[in-house]
């Protein structure tokens, strides 16, 4: 990997001009380590793809090794022995046999005690629309930050979700298409008739093309709404049966991370540059052991298609994929569960991403006082800034609040 | 050391208040002209969310405003004022849109053809304006399009039955009707009961989740239930233009999210949503800003009210204070687009606004915000608003803000133009505002008989003013079931509009929905999935076997028993009842969907290689006359029909 932008700044803030610099491209909210988006050739086709693990992934998605982890974790945890070790201290669930070669390339990050900050919760619904949106308050409406990277794009594709419409990717000026399908743009399907809904599509574009010419702005607005829409449906459907080189599995779960496979492959034609996937059912109060194994069974089949995928196309350097969860778990109930906790762990992979144990795994200390680990040591909109910035090239600043203005780096990309 | 802006005040006096010395920091340069140099001219500017129409002066061709001083008229063009404004400021912004749109416009009047071949009429005939520009009486004809027209801009549409009763009675009566308030016992226990939990005790569903309210808790309502209740009566009410009027408050002036109530004052919420409703029942608007003026979520929460002090060292929160006058009251610039107010203004308006608080209380055992007025945080003293203008006024605390505010003549043309934009077309002039304002200050504002001049203007039947306004994603919900009177499950329609970005009693920002991002081309496909996914995938014999609810009864018995019984009769028939006029090439592809089945059995192997192929099967309203079963195939049409004539830009349009 060449010299990326961080490297560039820290090479320029070294000399004479590095202050003024700073000065000139940093924005107002003291966010000095990033500066304005530079045109580096090759980031025009790189996508960031954020998976969610819905309900609240157990901290064994990335078990810890030492013993009063194990202690508090008796009946679900995992050591070297039968889980996939990163290195001596922390490894990788044992369903998630995709990552294996990857932590052997050096490339998947993993970041302990990531969450929403100061205001995060144990709620869900709280804590989703915290990761979902980054308020800086505990009140107010806005807009999600998928939305506001979303609007930083050109792209009408520039921002997709594949799991449905959410706080994350509602607002801005162009917020992310909520596609559940490659051939509908997501429009819902008609259920019980699929002839009605293939009749409906094909009348429908010559209905929008044939209606009457506006006669006044406001009907030109949305005459022009419809027909953009109307063509984006047909372009995005020429790829709604592209071939790829690998074949997904069967499951729903491997249906989306095949569509957005599909969209990557599509390149500049669609221009896709964020893409959000969420799989339910990480709320373990009882039975963790086999629920989780099952849901990350699903996740790995779909993550070890799409990363064979992305290989085969070359597109693996383009890729970063990481996760989000709006909150990880206790230590171990009664009922072989486990209940809402805080901060958790976080892993970002792909061809260009510098791996290793980016923060350090929870100590015995921090274990050991609370049912739940109340420490933290970051917020997943210093990781996903770094992504914005170093992977995608864009200003961070757009897309997350002031919260993110004393962050550190976390040395990810 | 930076001095608290009112202490700064009081240090200058009101002696440099001059509208665009405000944000600048030497004057712009002017020059005495004579009038008859000076040429009016209109320019529609958009500036934010709001466009707007302003009258501007022209001299020589050169954009820019005039002022009188001294028995001179000075003419400063925006050129010179862009110079002296501060970078960035909201004046500078303005003052460069009336530039660029002016320039045209002063060209076009500075280079108007001589008044020779058609003189004007005498001074004593002044000209008619067109009739999308009157509001004078409509004297045409009034049928089903007119009615129409009418319940989509005061109603969120119509059912049939008021449709006709609307035909059959005229429009003055119609008016009547719509502007007189009728008690509804049913939506009386109804919203309630949905507001404290989301449920009706009534519906079958509720089981254990339906309870009974706690009357001795005011906090015992659902933020869900508050929503759901708001749209249910917005469907079910019999006084529609009372749930329009309210929405319209609640959108175009001052705009509140429920979410910025914490759980111990969501009795605030329903505080807010009594308030919006007592001033759309009784249209007094100059109490409603009086009750906007003490409402907690509203002002107290929201705007802040509630952390704005008084007190030597403070410096009060602004938030109320701008908001009250730019959304409430007058605006932020007048007609000829000088600003209204200043700074200054603002910070002297929100001392007189302090002297509120919200504090934790214990009631019957329950914790709950309430707010408070407490005398100590109140800045004391006199504060000076609107200073060096004719309205200049001394004032104290926040009923004396409110008359003097109301003394401006800017808050009659501010609420006549939102009216025009919302309720007639988009094409009010200077002169049309003004007409309207004057109409809002002699009736007292007093919003009724306001409304009863717009809704029989020749403005809101003027063939220009016909789809010339963008409906909201509740304009389409509400309007489709009352069109259909589909019996849409009153706990889908939060979803719905939460899906469609207009949850209601959550807009986005203060300035409430913009209907342009929610008619947006990201934003249709939801509509077009909602009409999928809770209209047509709801099974046609549920529909009849569980609410007595048919197609066949709503769209087609009466055709039938009329004697119409093709394709284009019922494509006529529902458009018409939709209100989508439709081009000739429409109505035959249409006709095409109804008569012609797309079929993908048995292909491609039987269709020439084809994934389908279309079978050709007359649609008739008898429904013997379908071999297939009327039931099935027959509604089956008229339902993708309803969706296919939905989806259009048309539809999108009153």
Known sequence: ?413 | MKLPTHFLILLLGTALIAPLSLAATRAAKSIVVSPDDIKKASVNVKIGKKAKLYEISCYRGTPGSTQRKSSKLYFTSYKNQEKVLVKGSAQLIKVKALRKAGGPACRDASGAPSPQPNPPPSPTEPPKPEDHASLEKYDGPFGLAEAQILYNRFGFGATPAQLQLAVNTGMDATVERLLSFIPEPDLAWQLPDISCDGWLYTDPAAGVNNRNCNQNNPNDMSRFGLRTSLAHQFIYSQNPFLQRFAFFLMDERLSVSHLAARDCERHAIKSYIDNVFKAAITGDYKQYMRDMNKDHLLHLRSLDGATNRGGVSANPNENYAREFWELGTVGPTGLNGLPVYSDIDIAQSALALTGWNITDTNINGNNVCVASWVPSFHSGGTKIIFGGTPYQSAITNDEELLEATFRHPRVAEDLAEDIWNEFLNPFAGANEVQSLANIIRSSGYNLLPVFRRVMTSKALYAQRSRNSIIKHPVDMLVGYVKTTGFPLYYRRTDEILSRLEQQLLNPPTVFGWNTKYLSGEQLQVEWWNVLVGYFMNVSIVDLKDDYGWSYYDRFIADLHASGKRTAGDVIDRVASDFGIKLEPAQRAELEQMMNYYLSSWDCPANCNGMPYRMERNLFDTDPSADESGYEWNGQRRIRLLITALLELPQARMK
């Open chain 1, 1 to 413: 990997m060449g010299t990326n932008r961080r490297d560039f700044l820290k090479l320029i803030t070294a000399g004479t001009c590095g202050a003024a610099i700073h000065n000139t491209l940093s924005p107002a909210t003291g966010f000095l380590a990033y500066a304005d988006p530079l045109n580096i050739a090759g980031v025009a086709d790189r996508v960031f793809v954020l998976f969610n693990f819905s309900g609240g992934v157990s901290y064994n998605l990335c078990p810890v090794y030492h013993g009063t982890y194990r202690d508090r974790n008796r009946n679900i945890s995992y050591g070297p022995e039968n889980s996939i070790p990163i290195n001596g201290e922390q490894g990788v669930h044992p369903s998630l046999t995709a990552l294996q070669p990857i932590i052997s390339e050096g490339r998947l990050a993993v970041l302990n005690l990531i969450g929403a900050g100061p205001y995060h919760s144990r709620s869900h619904d709280e804590a989703t629309i915290q990761w979902h949106v980054q308020k800086s308050s505990s009140t107010g409406a806005q807009e999600g930050w998928g939305a506001r990277l979303s609007s930083q794009l050109q792209s009408a594709f520039g921002g997709v979700s594949l799991s449905g419409s959410n706080s994350l990717v509602r607002g801005g000026t162009n917020p992310p298409r909520v596609i559940s399908s490659l051939s509908s743009l997501g429009e819902t399907p008609i259920l019980w008739d699929n002839d009605d809904a293939l009749q409906l599509q094909m009348v429908r574009t010559n209905l929008v093309a044939q209606s009457p010419a506006a006669q006044n702005a406001a009907e030109e607005h949305v005459r022009a709404s419809t027909l953009k829409l109307q063509s984006n449906i047909e372009l995005l459907r020429q790829y709604a049966n592209m071939a790829l080189p690998v074949v997904f599995p069967n499951t729903g779960l491997g249906g989306k991370f095949r569509d957005a496979a599909r969209l990557i492959a599509a390149g500049p034609a669609l221009g896709v540059k964020f893409i959000y996937i969420e799989q339910g059912g990480y709320d373990t109060h009882s039975d963790e052991r086999n629920r989780l194994t099952q849901n990350l069974n699903e996740f790995n089949g779909a993550l070890n298609a799409f990363i064979l995928c992305m290989k085969s196309l070359g597109r693996w350097n383009d890729v970063v994929i990481a996760n989000m969860s709006e909150f990880t778990r206790t230590m171990e109930n009664s009922s072989f569960g486990t209940d809402h906790g805080l901060a958790g762990p976080q892993m970002v992979l792909g061809g260009l991403v510098k791996g290793g144990i980016k923060t350090s795994v929870p100590t015995a200390q921090e274990i050991g006082t609370n049912e739940f680990i109340r420490a933290s040591r970051g917020t997943f909109a210093q990781v996903f800034a770094e992504i914005v910035y170093e992977f995608l090239g864009f200003d961070p600043n757009l897309v997350f609040n002031g919260d993110i203005a004393a962050s550190p780096y976390f040395d990810v990309i």
